[in-house]
């Protein structure tokens, strides 16, 4: 093909260019705090080596147990220190940027598309702190694709890439159709062979869950924190759906004889990676996920590689990267893209010194906290993951996060109870000073008229010890009041 002609020539400058922005955009968040959406996940999982309990009993989340898994295992090789989480997050980024870039060289497509790819995938706009889960699943997921079309011997090669993209999907619901590629790919090649070798593989990343969940007797939890996830399928545009498939057939019926002459030569390793391309971007349609922000991470890549098949048909190529920058920048956001570059806050030394937490209150107050034993209720917001995380402590109740999204309305009402029956003797709370803002993502007003009305609870039963922190005056408080 023409465009490949001056590939080498032209990855002399690709190259350094990639390199800048890697580590120009790994600087503008390097060294900041860890966020509440990492420290959500690690927290649960490194849980049983701090003698705090075990995800899912006592810290309860929607999160799949991959993800805990894959900190708890963690822990052996990097504790928990700040400096392990970033060597671990430069290591999951950039060998994600490794592989895909060996996938676009099995594409034979204009490198020049991955180096546009990679501006979209590092971009302020989609990865701005350490440790996303959906890098972290897109990591194993993308291993597993390139462990497929990189190894020659086909036992191997089943069973150690189809275990990869189980685990990718015990990580993050968002890679779950793209998980079973392989699976799909040997079903349609009618292989025994394939298809045991494929199950064999997958099955081993089931039974690495389902050893966890025997080890730390959380299974039927699990069980629930999926069914609660999954709510989400709900929500699934159907009409959109059916409209979709109906506008393909159509599409195939009249133009069936022009598609039959197009003549589209792909080997097995591009197949397997165009399925896995469509099954994560056939999730972000089905689940209509647009949120232009972390949860947007996995289909980047995958948008790309799919487009590098335009690159089959017999239109000039400069027309066909037209094309690409046009639908790429529909899709993935350009303006916004491109301006969050310019935001990158470059800092010249580590922020991590004093935590958020630790900023708050007094050394005695955080003593007070320390030594609360397990009697303390943060409310409301996401920081209550680092609130706990950064203290090590355990929190009042398994329902550590309160939040109408991730609890159910009966979960609320047992966390209700669990208050009435033995009051905590400690409460961090936003709400009577007004503060709540940029820290609440729902109408906390509204959920207290309707479920907890902690309010009234802290006028009538607890006395502010300092900024937003409230200690119970009583343990036999009278509850003769509308809570």
């Known amino acids: 093909m023409k465009f490949l002609k001056y590939q080498k020539q032209l990855e002399k400058f690709y190259k350094p260019f990639g390199f800048v922005i890697f580590f120009g955009t790994l600087s503008g968040y390097i060294f900041d705090n860890l966020k509440h959406m990492t420290t959500s996940n690690i927290l649960p999982g490194i849980s049983p080596h701090l003698s705090l309990g075990?995800?899912?009993?006592?810290?309860?989340?929607?999160y799949p147990p991959g993800i805990y898994i894959f900190y708890y295992l963690f822990y052996f090789l990097g504790n928990d220190t700040l400096i392990s989480y970033v060597v671990l997050h430069i290591f999951i980024l950039s060998f994600i940027c490794f592989f895909s870039y060996k996938i676009f060289k099995i594409l034979e497509a204009p490198i020049i598309i991955y180096y546009i790819s990679l501006i979209y995938f590092l971009s302020p706009l989609y990865i701005f702190y350490i440790l996303p889960n959906d890098l972290v699943a897109l990591f194993f997921s993308t291993f597993g694709i390139y462990c497929f079309i990189n190894f020659e011997k086909t036992f191997p090669k089943l069973i150690i890439s189809n275990f990869l993209l189980c685990?990718?999907?015990?990580?993050?619901e968002t890679v779950i159709l793209a998980s079973f590629t392989i699976l799909i790919y040997s079903l349609?090649?009618?292989?025994?062979?394939?298809?045991?070798?494929?199950?064999f593989g997958f099955g081993l990343g089931l039974i690495l869950l389902f050893?966890?969940?025997?080890?730390?007797?959380?299974?039927?939890?699990?069980?629930?924190?999926?069914i609660k996830k999954f709510q989400i399928f709900k929500t699934l545009n159907i009409q959109f759906l059916f409209l979709a498939i109906v506008a393909s057939i159509s599409v195939y019926i009249v133009f069936k004889n022009q598609l039959k002459n197009l003549k589209i030569d792909l080997n097995e390793k591009q197949i397997v990676i165009y399925v896995h391309s469509i099954l994560i971007l056939l999730f972000f349609l089905l689940g209509l996920r647009d949120d232009g922000s972390h949860f947007d991470i996995p289909k980047i890549f995958s948008l790309f590689f799919l487009l590098t098949i335009l690159f089959r048909l017999k239109i000039r190529s400069f027309y066909l990267l037209l094309i690409v920058i046009a639908i790429s920048g529909s899709v993935l956001k350009f303006n916004h893209s491109i301006y969050s570059y310019s935001l990158i806050d470059f800092k010249p030394e580590s922020t991590t010194a004093n935590s958020s937490v630790i900023e708050k209150f007094s050394e005695s107050t955080i003593e007070l906290i320390k030594d609360s034993n397990e009697e303390i209720i943060y409310a409301y917001g996401w920081s209550s993951a680092n609130f706990f995380y950064e203290l090590r402590i355990k929190p009042f109740s398994k329902y550590w996060i309160i939040h109408p999204g991730i609890l159910s309305e009966e979960q609320i009402f047992i966390l209700k109870n669990q208050i009435r029956e033995d009051l905590p003797n400690l409460i961090y709370y936003c709400g009577n000073t007004n503060n709540c803002k940029g820290?609440?993502?729902?109408?906390?007003?509204?959920?207290?008229?309707?479920?907890?009305?902690?309010?009234?609870?802290?006028?009538?039963?607890y006395e502010n010890v300092e900024n937003q922190l409230y200690r119970l005056k009583l343990k036999t408080c009278s509850l003769n009041f509308d809570f």
Do not use: H
């Not at 050893?211 to 999926?226: A, K, M, P």
């Not at 820290?439 to 039963?461: H, P, R």
């Open 211 to 226: 050893t966890f969940s025997i080890y730390q007797n959380n299974t039927q939890l699990i069980v629930e924190s999926y």
């Open 167 to 172: 685990v990718s999907f015990l990580m993050k």
């Open 439 to 461: 820290q609440v993502d729902f109408d906390y007003l509204s959920f207290e008229s309707k479920y907890i009305n902690l309010t009234n609870l802290i006028e009538n039963c």
């Open 54 to 62: 075990f995800p899912y009993i006592d810290f309860w989340d929607i």
């Open 188 to 199: 349609y090649k009618k292989n025994k062979l394939l298809i045991v070798n494929s199950l």
